[in-house]
């Protein structure tokens, strides 16, 4: 079978002959790894009629991306009523003079003069510097807590009146700015309301500009969004008060240990104690070595748990007592330096298919960090109930010495009962049932403190009979 390839005449060799993918390939500029919008438009062409093409295509591509821009501005700034006005004036335009009726006419006049008008307010700049600052981004429920917004003027000319727009939590705040002389400047207080605890967004601060009707609004922001947590109310609880705890210091325990602070006995040396333990004096008695023996302390481990399901409170001011409650104690055991583990109940979404059984641990690194978690904390439809989370912390914490579980006054004696039951033998637990408006007064079961107060100063007072009793 001869080779029909062509021949080279020099070398006598056969020329290797592309094939039609192949040159396909090349022509759509594949062939060398190359894949533009260029290639997919006119191939690997670079006459004249092919750059025309590109420059058409890139023409138009940067003449949409122009209309894009402008046609974000303008919607930025027409409102719901502007649009509907330009409509209403090219329809009356058109039809005014499409069948000769002299007043829809002088309608669409009118809303062309509007519409100049509000192009006219648009039209150049503020010239304020508008600043905002918060004094106090932290403070507690009822305390005085506000906003200071600063406008400078730094030009040579007084600025003009104007408003800018603060918002505070879900509520919208109008700050009236006078007039500002040249290199001046103009200070305003705003209050922020503190009636009830939460985490209140303030800002950002944006200035305003409109025409008279309402057709256009263009919005300056000047500030970044700041927050302003406010804390639950606490009272000052003594350490001393917590004696009702008996091992706050230490309490001593039944397991031994070669080294501690509670001394328990001496015994004869056995291989493996540690030599530094030897009691001399009583092995020069008796001939033999004998060491000292300890018994264990543990430093006291509080645990403070707080529900928040809805049907063990009857309403919302039973809730903010019992978080005051949670918190003060939390915080007076962080201020100790106690170990402390403060606990609220997980939330189950409302279309999840089972309950979560879980607890969310706050952060008790200062007060600061735990009055921050407690601004936030909320009643919650579907949660478990206290007894579930006494189970929980009761079984992840170790080294528990004391419980104290919050409720409402909505908790019965026996659930108290069955989630003291759920912690380990040998934790003191109390139950602080918050009453408001109750007289305070406290029963002792077996292994559970009940304590029913009233009011928040109340916490200190039955924290102090308990002690005495």
């Given amino acids: 079978m001869t080779d029909r390839r062509p021949v080279d005449t020099r070398s006598r060799r056969p020329v290797a002959t592309r094939s039609r993918r192949g ?3 090349e022509r759509t500029g594949t062939v060398a790894g190359l894949t533009n919008v260029r290639t ?14 590109v420059g058409v295509v890139r023409l138009w591509r940067t003449a949409w991306r122009l209309a894009r821009r402008s046609w974000d501005e303008v919607s930025s700034v027409v409102t719901g009523l502007g649009w509907t006005v330009l409509a209403l004036t090219v329809v009356a335009f058109v039809t005014g003079y499409r069948f000769g009726l002299r007043e829809v006419v002088v309608v669409g006049w009118a809303g062309a003069v509007l519409v100049v008008i509000a192009a006219i307010a648009l039209l ?5 510097v508008i600043r905002m600052s918060l004094p106090q ?18 030009t040579r000319l007084p600025s003009v009146p104007t408003t800018v727009e603060l918002p505070v939590g879900t509520g919208l705040v109008d700050v009236v700015v006078p007039a500002v002389a040249p290199n001046g400047s103009h200070e305003q207080h705003v209050p922020v309301p503190t009636t009830r605890r939460g985490v209140l967004d303030v800002g950002p601060l944006t200035g305003v500009r409109a025409d008279p009707v309402g057709l256009v609004r263009r919005e300056v922001v000047w500030t970044a969004r700041e927050q302003v947590v406010v804390h639950p109310r606490t009272i000052a609880i003594p350490s001393t008060s917590t004696g009702l705890v008996r091992d706050l210091e230490g309490q001593a325990t039944t397991d031994l240990s070669p080294a501690d602070i509670a001394f328990h ?7 493996g104690d540690d030599p530094r333990t ?16 300890f018994e264990d302390t ?17 309403d919302d001011e039973e809730f903010e007592l019992a978080v005051s409650v949670a918190a003060s104690l939390g915080a007076r055991a962080v201020r100790d330096g106690r170990e402390v583990t403060v606990v609220v109940s997980e939330r189950t979404p409302e279309f999840a298919k089972r309950p979560v059984r879980a607890v969310q641990t706050l ?15 909320g009643l919650a439809d579907a949660c478990l109930p206290v007894a579930e989370v006494a189970g929980i912390v009761g079984r992840d914490t170790v080294g528990i010495s004391v419980a104290f579980l919050v409720v409402g006054s909505t908790v019965g004696v026996a659930a108290l009962r069955l989630a003291a039951s759920r912690f380990p033998v040998g934790v003191e637990v109390v139950a602080v049932v918050c009453e408001p408006e109750a007289v305070p007064r406290s029963v002792r079961l077996a292994g559970l403190t009940v304590m029913t107060i009233g009011y928040l100063e109340d916490l200190r007072h039955a924290l102090h009979r308990s002690v005495s009793a």
Avoid at 144 to 153: K, L, P, Q, R
Avoid at 298 to 314: M, P
């Fill in 23 to 25: 040159a396909a390939q």
């Fill in 40 to 53: 997919r438009l006119v191939g690997d062409r670079d006459d004249v009629a092919a750059d025309a093409v």
């Fill in 124 to 128: 150049g700049r503020s010239r304020l």
């Fill in 137 to 154: 981004a932290r403070v507690v429920v009822g305390g005085e807590a506000g906003v200071t917004v600063t406008a400078e003027n730094p």
């Fill in 265 to 271: 006995a001496i015994r004869e040396y056995v291989p």
């Fill in 278 to 293: 030897i009691h001399w004096k009583s092995t020069a008695k008796t001939g033999a070595f004998m060491v000292r023996q």
């Fill in 298 to 314: 543990r430093r006291s481990h509080l645990v403070v748990g707080l529900g928040v399901s809805r049907s063990e409170f009857d």
């Fill in 363 to 377: 952060p008790t690194v200062t007060p600061t960090r735990l009055l921050d978690a407690f601004a936030s904390v």
